[in-house]
């Protein structure tokens, strides 16, 4: 199970360079950042709410937290993933 870690953290990695450097291009970057963050937490929210009828849930951590703002969605499915996985 351990080959499965650096793979995901490397991606992470990737991922969170590429969504840094786009909104530091763009022309309102504290807006583009935060409407980044928006959807990440709201698909958290929604999968945590919805834990009951799906029996799939992403403990609520100061991780999951960080990488569902910083990554959005793909952040959250991203979890989902490596949950699944581990």
Do not use: K, W
């Not at 991606?11 to 963050?37: K, Y």
């Amino acid at each position: 199970m351990d080959y499965y870690i650096l793979p995901c953290v490397c991606v992470g990695v990737i991922l969170f360079l590429i969504i840094i450097q786009v909104i530091m291009h763009s022309e309102h970057p504290v807006r583009s950042a935060f409407f980044s963050l928006l959807p990440g937490l709201a698909a958290l929210l929604c999968i945590n709410l919805l834990s009951t009828y799906t029996a799939v849930s992403v403990p609520v951590s100061p991780m999951s937290l960080a990488v569902s703002s910083v990554l959005g969605i793909p952040g959250v499915t991203a979890l989902l993933i490596i949950q699944r996985i581990l």
